[in-house]
Each structure stands twice: as C-alpha cells, then as structure tokens.
C-alpha cells in the first residue's frame, strides 16, 4: 500500500544528496537507477469497492512528491493537492471515510526540489514547502499562491462559507461555525460539524489527520489515519463547483437517489395499524393530494424496547399483505429504527442470529450492538432485517440519537451515525443486488455526502423563528455536498397559517417529508384549542388546505426538473438546493443568506429556479406577509405578478407582499423548466412513473433563444451506471423579430422503460396570440379548451398552450408557432388577474361587492376585473383587437376597482384591507 513514485524517490534523493561528493552520489544513485531501468511488476488493480463505484485510495505514483524523507505531496487536481506529514516516512494510502478516490488523472505540474525547498506549479496553484529535517508542519513553512489569494500554514479560514452538522435536534438556529458548533453535545454525540469546502477567501483546507481508514473497497474500518498531518487544500478561488466537483472525485459521488424519493413523504409518530394506512393513503388519493413514500415511525415493530427489528403483529398481523396493498397503490414504504439495543430474544430472527454469532440462544437475552463486529452487522442486516425488506420495506430510516460511542466507537470520526449510514447505503452493493439504497440519517461528518438523503432530526417546534432558519441551514450543507436533507415538515392545530408556510418550504426543499415528531396525539389533544402537531393537511381551513395541496402539486410536477437537478448531484456534487453565491460569488447580496434572518433567505431550486419562502406571519390588517429579494443580475420572471425584473450588473432588490397561497419564486426568463401533468384522482405515486407525457414551461420570453435537458432513467435500479439512461432536450430560438419561435425536442440514449411516443405540452407563459401553429410540419387547430394536437390559450396564466399528439420518442419533433405581434404586452398583467380573483372571492364572503346587488352602471368594477381571466381565454381566438384592448385596460380596470373598494367598503375592516392589500400588491 505504500507506494511512492520511483521518480520522485529519485528526485528527492538527488537532491538530499547535493552535498555529498561526486563518486558517493553516483554510488548511492546507482540501485535507483538500475531499478528504473529494469522492467517492474503491473502496479495492482484495486480492490472491487462496497460502495458505488470502484473507488481506488492510492494515486497515481506520478502525482506523488516527496521532501525530505517525511512530508509527502500530492497534486490531485490542477486546485487540490494534498499535504501529509509523518516522521518515520510512512504515508496513509488507505481509504478513510472522508476520501475514497486519490488515483485521478495526473494534471500537468511542475515541481522542483533545491536546498530544502520544494515547489510545485499547477495551472493554478504555486506551493512553496521549506523545511529542515524532519521537523513537523510549522507556519512559515508551506505558502500556496492562488488566483486572487495566498495561504499561509496555520492561517485561520475567516471566510469559510460553513458547513453542516449533524442534526437540529434540541436545537434553534444553531450556530454553523465549526469553532461554536464543536462545542455543542446532544444525544451524547457531537454535531460532527464540518467546515465548508468554499470561502471567500478562495481557499479551504481539510484536516483528515484525526480520521478512519477502511480496509480495501472501503468496506470496513482499519484503524486511526497513520499520518501525523493530513490536509488537503482546496485552492478553487470564487469557483465554487469546481471544488464539490473536486470532492466528490475525491470522496466519493453523490449517489443518484429513486425518483420516487423526490416526491412527497408522510410520516406520523402514532400507533398507525395495517387499516390505518389504507385509511390515510384514502385521505390522499380522494382529496387529490400527491403521496409517494409512507414512513412508518418506530411503532410499528415490537414494543419490548426502544428499537426492534419485528413486526408488531398486534398493528400488522400480515405486513407482507399490507405493505402489498400499499405498493399496489404505486406508494413506497420506509420505516425508523433506532439499532442502539442490539437484537433482544423477542425478535423473530433472534435464534438465527445468535447461531451467527457462535451464541447459544437459550442463555442469551440480547445480542448487543457491535458495529466493529463485521459478522454482526452482516447478519444484523442479512438475518434480522432481511426478512422485513422481503415484505416490502423499501428503505431504512436510521433514528440513531444514543451517542457517540455506542456499538464499540471511538467518537467523532469513527461514529454509528456515519456507520450505519454507510451499511444500509451499501448493502445492495455488498449483496450484488441492482437496488439503489438510500436512507433518511442524520448527518456523521465528511463522506456522509454518499449516504444520503440527510435527516435535521426533531426539531424543537414548527415556530416562525425556527421555519426561518430551515433554509439557510439545508443550503448551507450543500458547501460539504449534502444537498439532499428531509425536514420535520409540521403544523399546529391553532395556527394554520404556520402550517402552510412550514409546507410551501418543504415543497421546495431538498426532501418533502411531513413528521409531528410525536406531538401530534396525547394531552395536546385534551386541552381547548388542540396544541398538538398536525401533518394532515386535509384538517386545516379550505384557504389553507387549497394553498398546501397547491404547493404539493407543484413539486409532484416539477419531478423532471428536481430529478434532473438530483442527476447533476450525481455529476457535480452540486444538488437541488444550494447558496445564491455559487452563481454570484463576485457580488456581496449573494452572501446575504443568514441564520437569523428572514430576508434574504433565498437559494437556487436547481439551475433556473431561485426560492425565498415566507417565513414571517402575516399583517395582522393586510392578511399580507411582505418580502423582500434580491434580484440578481440578468432578466427574472417573477411568477406571481408576471413581471420580467432585470436584475442588471449587480441585482436589485425588491419588496413585495404575498398571499397565503403564494410562494415567493424567480424563474429565469426566457428558461425553460420541465414538468409532468399531476391531474385530478392521479396523484398516487406519480414520482416513480415514467414520463409518458413531459410538459415545458417557457417562462418570460425575453431571450432570443432557450433551452434544457431532462434526464431520465429507469428511475431505480443501477443500470444508470452502464450508461442506459437517455436525455431528452428542448430548445427554441427566436427569429422575425421575435414573432416566431421554432423548437425541437428530441431524445439521446436509451433504457427499456422508455416510453417510444409520448405527447408534449408546451406553456409559453407571457406570450402573444399565434397566427400558427405546427408540429412536424403540420397545422395545429386552435381548441378552447385545449387536448392533444390542439393549441389553446390559458387566460390566467397569459399563457399559449401546445399539445400535441403522441410523438416517437427516437424522433425528433419540430414545433413552429408564429405569434402576432402587438398581441405580447401582458409584462405584469398576471398578479392584476390573480389578486382581483382572490379579492372579488373574499368580498363575496361577506356580500359586499359592490354590484351584487346593485345594475348601477358604476357597480361591479371589481367584479368584472376578476372576471376577465376566463374572457381573455375566450378572446384569444375570437376577438383579437378585443383581446388587446382588454389587456391593455388592466392596469385601469385595477385603479377602477381599487377606488370602487375603497368608495364601497366592506362590512368587516380586515376584509376591506386585505382586498385593498390584494389589489395594491397586484402590480410588480
């Protein structure tokens, strides 16, 4: 395992020698020189890896230098090089938990070894190590110049853009400053904080001196890291990508996760029985509400202790039967344990289990928890857990919250959170099995960015302050690569707004899953109002329940841009979610993201899409929560007033008021984002299906020309990795003074489930009127109410739609839309539409719009403004000249409705400012 370039043992040792007379330095050269000369043995392939991919610990000896005897360099990219010290010049080449896969493509480098001095020349980095015999790495010694940045051995990383930790439980808005952080203990563990892999300074270093090793393949542990000193720098500059892109080179990919596991989960800590499952996918599936994966939480096994591994057949006297029915329904199902009590005599497998272990099961109680035991995890997993996952148990969700040194760990780095993340991400790999394993886990420390999806564990209450911190701290996990975090996704039965909000930010997080934590049953139940929890979301007021269902819908149909988004994960290191500064790292408001506040708070949802959810109650009066954002620089479609901001050179910032049912979002414009039709009594794993219809918004058509790529995949399975998989591309550009555009879908690649023709919708969203429509040549009919092989307009959505017939998918598809001019000027025009309609509805609560009652001929301004949406959809094609006269009087018909309220008020005060609030903010 110690292998070290024979040329730059050569060079090393020329150079100590440079001293030394002629004749004794010929002398000493000369074994060296008959070694290079004479032919050697293959260097050995390395060991099949248990984990994704074939992983190998040992670089390439060509990358390798090494300086007097005991300090060892390795350049792994043009901006990582790795800096070990170790006394006796033995080097660590073993796999750690941090870092799998040294042995990358050698970059062009120079390098230079004089007088005690080494340096070494990348494309962008300059290192300079002066040293005096064997002494450790000390300040003064090692200087690296970069772009825009010198590093100094021992200078603090004040820049440093954060991390992640292991979990929120008991805990606010905790301080993600590693130096704060490792001062916290919970659950007898340490939060595991790591520093991010970004700063603003243009540098990080990586200590991995104080890691584990793995034994070969990474499959088990093999003792502390025998270096003295273990950094790696990562010398990226403001180049954020590059550095995840160089980690997980390094450490590992991020695995490519189930497409269903980005869909919506449900999960409630109550004694849930095999006809309460039918019961709350029946909630589901009759209210129209997406469902993917049902977690069952810890009551479902026995109840001898707090962990188990048996179904209570008390609850589930046939769980194979059950979890069938479920699986029928195109449902997923997980379930939580928590594996600190070992396997007690009352599980089903125990007998089994002690004959693994050489253990006689009449005179054992309980076979304890060993995870430094390699034949008890095995048969823990093979034994005990096997049988469950026949049943239909898709994946594990690791509630490990009983220490640091359980199981036989040492701590910190060697933990059973990392461990037993690891096992269960890599069981099908150890089994042979063509299964994508992934687990909801807390986080363990650096390498847990292969074991995802991430759990932030209980959190203390679904309050304001607490919602607020959520996404910062779920963006921040992406600097280490762990882009993929769950949250305990909750409401409370007094306060559904709150509720609502808590939803809209799942539905644009990483992972959607609702949890009560267990506070949604119990004596909060028996007190006037409930305090308890809630994660049903059919219990809330209809305003409210319409609002969360609408933001479920919208992720279930955002499936192929979030999986597209998970495959670019996979790629790149860089998931669904992630800082604002990754896009703009030159521009100070692109660092304005922080754990105390609730402005700013936004991120990027994949590459076109930025979120900033409402984390602040509402006006009490206005019934309005107000925001403010950040535009940054270029043109952004804002998707609830319909207007194009541009953001310019350095962004803008803007202020606005929401609704309950409105999610504050920016869209690229001119992007164009993928989707999936999510109908009416459909709604039932719609994740895992493949797409047999794709749609494609083009949102704000400001650019001259657009595009994207949507992967897909079996969408589970590893196939992935033997290349069957396939892109499909949609682009268009535009020409004749932007009245035409012409667009082409077409698909790359292959796999068995893809679907050979497929129908495409296309929603060019603030368009004109088109004159023409064809696909393949062919004119497309108008339709007023839409339907395959038609086009039709959506007065809501200021909107052209296009559908087409079922299309071959191994062909491409040409589609060509001439549009009128003069018939585009809705910029802005989608808030008057969608406010007038909310605000005519809430008049109407009361019977207080002017014109209910009333012929007058200055009655029902109001009225008719909100009215408008469906006329302009009939317009579209009957009355052209109509139809942008109507659009052209928007802005007139809202001032003509904002001084009807005002004149004509309400019998309620608060019903007559949030409609002035509705109307007021209507307008970007």
């Known amino acids: 395992r110690r292998r070290t370039s024979r040329i730059s043992a050569l060079r090393s040792v020329h150079c100590d020698a440079a001293m030394k007379p002629a004749s004794l330095r010929l ?28 992983y190998d610990p040992v670089a390439d000896p060509a990358a390798v230098i090494t300086a007097g005897g005991c300090a060892r360099f390795t350049v792994l990219t043009p901006q990582v090089i790795r800096m070990e010290f170790s006394p006796n010049g033995t080097f660590e080449d073993r796999a750690t938990v941090a870092f799998l ?3 990358l493509p050698v970059p062009s480098f120079a390098h230079s070894l004089a007088n005690n001095v080494l340096v070494i020349d990348t494309a962008f980095l300059a290192l300079t190590y002066r040293y005096t015999d064997c002494a450790p790495f000390a300040p003064g010694q090692i200087t690296i110049v970069g772009k825009g940045f010198t590093w100094n051995f021992g200078d603090a990383d004040t820049g440093n853009l954060l991390g992640t930790i292991r979990s929120l439980d008991e805990l606010g808005a905790q301080d993600l400053n590693c130096t704060v952080a490792d001062k916290v203990t919970v659950h007898g563990e340490s939060l595991h904080c790591e520093w991010g892999l970004i700063s603003r300074h243009g540098w990080a270093v990586v200590n991995d ?42 450490a590992g990919k991020v695995p490519l996760l189930p497409r269903y596991s980005l869909g919506i989960w ?28 049902f977690l069952l939480d810890m009551d479902w096994h026995e109840k001898y202790s707090w962990g188990g591994y048996s179904w209570d057949r008390r609850l589930f006297p046939y769980p194979a039967d059950t979890l069938s029915y479920i699986t029928a329904q195109g449902l997923h199902v997980g379930a939580n344990i928590h594996d600190d009590t070992g396997v007690m005599s009352t599980e089903d497998e ?122 910062y701290f779920s963006m921040t996990a992406a600097n280490v690569a762990y882009g993929f975090i769950s949250h305990d996704i909750a409401g409370l039965d007094y306060n559904s707004e709150l509720f609502v909000r808590w939803v809209q930010w799942g539905a644009f997080s990483g992972i959607m899953r609702t949890h009560d934590r267990g506070h ?34 919208l992720r279930a149909s955002l499936i192929p841009y979030i999986y597209t988004a998970a495959r670019a994960a996979y790629d790149s290191g860089l998931g669904l979610i992630y800082p604002m500064y990754y896009d703009y790292p030159d521009i100070p408001m692109a660092y304005a993201a922080d754990r105390l506040k609730t402005d700013f708070n936004q991120y990027f949802f994949g590459p076109d899409t930025i979120i900033s959810p409402v984390v602040t109650p509402m006006d009490k009066s206005t019934r309005m929560a107000a925001k403010t954002l950040w ?89 992935y990795q033997k290349g069957a998989y396939a892109w499909t591309n949609c682009s268009y550009v535009m020409s004749g003074s932007s009245s035409t555009m012409s667009l082409t879908i077409s698909t790359n690649g292959s796999f068995p489930e893809l679907p050979t023709t497929r129908p495409y919708i296309l929603r060019i969203v603030n368009s004109g009127l088109p004159t023409s ?66 605000a005519k509805r809430n008049r109407d609560e009361d019977r207080s719009n002017y014109g209910e009652a009333s012929a007058a001929a200055d009655a029902g301004k109001l009225m008719s403004l909100a009215s408008t949406t469906d006329a302009l959809s009939y317009l579209a094609n009957i009355d052209r000249s109509l139809f942008v006269k109507t659009l052209a009087s928007l802005p007139q018909m809202l001032a003509d409705a904002v001084a009807e309220t005002k004149t004509h008020k309400s019998y309620s005060r608060g019903r007559n400012e949030y409609t002035y609030a509705l109307l007021q903010s209507a307008l970007p």
């Open 350 to 471: 125990f007998v089994p289990m002690c004959q693994a272990m050489g253990l006689d099961p009449t005179t054992t109680s309980v076979v304890p928890l060993d995870l430094t035991n390699e034949t008890y995890v095995e048969s823990l997993e093979d034994i005990v857990m096997r049988p469950v996952e026949k049943d239909g148990m898709s994946f594990w969700w690791i509630d490990w919250q009983q220490g640091g040194k359980e199981g036989g760990m040492t701590g910190d780095k060697q933990n059973p959170t990392v461990w037993t993340n690891k096992i269960r991400c890599t069981d099908a790999r150890r089994r042979g099995e063509n299964k994508r394993n992934f687990v909801l886990a807390r986080f363990g420390g650096l390498g847990t960015h292969r074991y995802p999806v991430g759990f932030s564990g209980d959190i203390q209450a679904p309050g304001w302050q607490n919602l607020a911190y959520q996404p």
């Open 520 to 553: 949604s049953a119990g004596p909060c139940n028996d007190v006037e109002p409930p305090i308890c929890f809630n994660v049903r979301i059919w219990t809330a007021p209809a305003p409210h329940f319409e609002a969360m269902r609408a933001a479920l819908s």
């Open 266 to 293: 449900w999960t409630r800590w109550y004694d849930i029985n095999n006809m309460d499952m039918r019961k709350i996918v029946d909630d589901y599936n009759s209210r129209s509400i997406p469902l993917d994966i």
């Open 27 to 54: 002398l000493f050269l000369l074994p060296l020189l008959l070694a290079l000369l004479l032919p050697t043995p293959a260097t050995a392939a390395a060991a099949p890896s248990y984990e994704l991919e074939d």
């Open 631 to 719: 535009v940054p620089p270029g043109r952004w479609f804002e998707t609830v007033t319909g207007h194009v901001y541009d953001g310019g050179a350095t962004g803008v910032v803007i202020k606005r008021m929401y609704d309950l049912s409105e999610i504050p979002m920016l869209c690229r414009a001119g992007a164009i984002v993928a989707r999936i039709p999510v109908g009416t009594g459909a709604t039932l794993g719609t994740a895992q299906k493949q797409y047999t219809a794709l749609e494609f918004d083009i949102v704000g058509i400001t650019e001259a020309s657009g595009s994207t790529a949507v992967y897909e995949d079996a969408g589970e399975g590893l196939d």
């Open 209 to 250: 001196t104080t890691n584990y090793a793995l034994t070969d393949g990474a499959k088990w542990w093999d003792g502390p890291n025998i270096d003295h000193e273990d950094l790696y720098f990562f010398g990226h500059g403001m180049n954020y990508r590059q550095a995840l892109r160089d980690f997980v080179a390094l």
């Open 101 to 103: 896969n040294r042995r």
């Open 773 to 838: 429509v064809t696909v393949g040549g062919k004119d497309v009919p108008y339709s007023r109410f839409g339907g395959q092989n038609t086009w039709t307009y959506d007065g809501q959505e200021l909107a052209v739609i296009v559908s087409t017939s079922p299309q071959p998918v191994n062909v491409a598809t040409d589609i060509a839309i001439n549009f009128q001019p003069g018939t585009n000027n809705t910029d802005g025009l989608r808030g008057i539409l969608s406010h007038a309609l909310m």
